[in-house]
Structures are given as structure tokens and as C-alpha cells.
């Protein structure tokens, strides 16, 4: 609707709108609810979000930058609840992996009216540069984060499908995938995929399968008959982990004989995965 600031009298303005339909509710101006400051003391970054049924926020990123002279890392990041058993007490890599949750909750009989409270903030990662791509949540509220690592010690779970001794190997490090605990004090699986690549997107289905997209320059784990062409530059690649994450239910390698990256997924409740990239 077209519309503009007018003055209606001394210190008072209004707004002149276009015809509209009065049954409609007509928003001029409209308000933020929330918002809010995240972090340490270092150069932190926001990488991605999700939000669940109820409204919670689930926010992932990196904290941490050892190319900022001084920076201390994840060493004073906001951590909750304190101490996180999650969290790196005390410690900092170069860069870290950050997980928030910060939960929505109703004040007053208004259904407008919500109150934003943190429920857990941690800090994952190893003595390397770890960095977060892509968040996702499943209808429990647990969160699945994906993207790299170069950490030869980064956090990995029993029945691991791989650990991470091959990130620290090469500049570059390899794919990463984890599931945190509905509470975010715990790890239900954390697993690298091996590779010199990233983890860039991550999509979960109602039967709590992970859904991995990313690129990779080396072979990965595994991935059925879809192994790289070993003359081809870096590959796409769409993995699909059950839901302890001890096995792969699928994957597959996509790409010529260019730069090709998968940056995203997205899947339907029919199962059907939908990517999106570039390819040189």
C-alpha cells in the first residue's frame, strides 16, 4: 500500500495511506520484539539460524578470531548454564564453535506479548580453527550443526563414523556434523566426514536423520558407487546420516570436473532433498 509521513499539527505526525481493506489490519510501523548482543570479548560471527514450533531460537556460529591481533578466542564467550558441561571451561582454540538457544516464553494473556530468556549457550571445539556453517532443529529441540574443522582433537563421540585426525593434516581441515541434546550439555553424536572440504548446509526430517551438504576436495567416508573421479576439482556432496549417526543411509558426490559446492538443502516431508549451489 502506498502511503507517506504527513504533519497533522505542531509535534504530531500521521500517515496518509492509499485505499485498503479495513477488515485487514493495517500496520505502519512495526516493532521488534527482540533483540540482542551475542558473544565474548573476541570477533564473533553469526552464521546461521532455526526456529522451532514453540518460537525458540537456535543460533550457531563461530567465536573466535586468531586472524585479529589480541583476540582471546572462545575463551570468556557467554556460556549458560555456568559451568556448561559442553563447554570448553576455560580453554579457546583459534576459533571455536558456538551453540545458543534462547527460548520464548508468554508474559501476559496478549498473544504479542513474549518474554526471550537464554536456555543454554556452548562452546564446542578443539585446540584448532573450528568454524560453524548451518543449523537445524527437530521437534524434540535438539540441534544438528554442521561445517569444518581443523582440529585433530575436535570432540568426537563413540561410535564416531570418523574421527578428526585427518582435520589438522592439511590447511583446509574437513567436514563436521553434530547433534546436541535437547538441554545443549550434552553431544548425542559428533562425528567428521573426512576429506579436505566444509559442511555448509543441514536439514533434519521427522525421523531425526541429518541431511548434509557441502563441498569436498578428497574423498569423504565412504559413499556407495558415487566416489570422486580423482582428476575432478572439488565435488558437491549429500550425505544422509541415521538418526544415531553411526551410519550413512545414503550419499553421493555431485560434480564435473570444475569447483562445485552444494550450499544448502532443504527436504519435504516426503523426503525428497532440494540443493542449491554453484558450479565453475
Aim: net charge negative.
Amino acid at each position: 500500500i502506498i502511503g507517506k509521513p504527513i504533519v497533522l499539527k505542531r509535534n504530531h505526525i500521521g500517515f496518509e495511506v492509499a485505499r485498503y481493506n479495513p477488515e485487514l489490519p493495517l500496520i505502519i510501523d512495526p516493532t521488534i520484539p527482540f533483540g540482542s548482543y551475542l558473544g565474548g570479548d573476541g570477533a564473533d560471527d553469526g552464521m546461521a539460524l532455526d526456529v522451532d514450533d514453540d518460537g525458540n531460537i537456535y543460533v550457531t556460529g563461530t567465536a573466535g578470531d586468531p586472524s585479529v591481533s589480541g583476540d582471546p578466542g572462545s575463551r570468556n564467550f557467554l556460556v549458560a548454564p555456568s559451568p556448561n558441561p559442553l563447554s570448553r571451561s576455560g580453554q579457546a582454540g583459534e576459533r571455536d564453535i558456538f551453540v545458543t538457544k534462547i527460548r520464548k516464553t508468554r508474559v501476559s494473556l496478549i498473544p504479542s506479548v513474549h518474554r526471550y530468556e537464554l536456555e543454554y549457550s556452548t562452546v564446542i571445539g578443539g585446540s584448532g580453527i573450528d568454524v560453524a556453517s548451518d543449523i537445524a532443529v527437530d521437534d524434540d529441540g535438539a540441534a544438528y550443526v554442521t561445517g569444518n574443522t581443523e582440529s585433530t582433537n575436535f570432540p568426537t563421540t563413540p561410535h564416531a563414523l570418523r574421527n578428526c585426525a585427518f582435520g589438522g593434516a592439511i590447511i583446509g581441515g574437513e567436514p563436521v556434523v553434530m547433534k546436541l541434546d535437547p538441554g545443549g550439555t550434552s553431544l548425542s553424536y559428533a562425528t567428521c566426514l573426512g576429506g579436505f572440504g566444509r559442511g555448509f548446509g543441514i536439514d533434519v526430517n521427522d525421523d531425526k536423520e541429518a541431511y548434509i551438504v557441502g563441498h569436498a576436495k578428497y574423498d569423504l567416508l565412504p559413499l556407495g558407487n558415487t566416489q570422486r573421479n580423482p582428476t575432478y576439482g572439488d565435488d558437491g556432496f549429500i550425505i544422509k546420516l541415521s538418526d544415531d549417526g553411526r551410519s550413512i543411509l545414503y550419499g553421493r558426490y555431485v560434480g564435473g570436473d570444475g569447483m562445485d559446492y552444494i550450499m544448502d538443502i532443504a527436504v519435504d516431508d516426503d523426503g525428497f532433498a532440494y540443493v542449491v549451489g554453484s558450479t565453475s
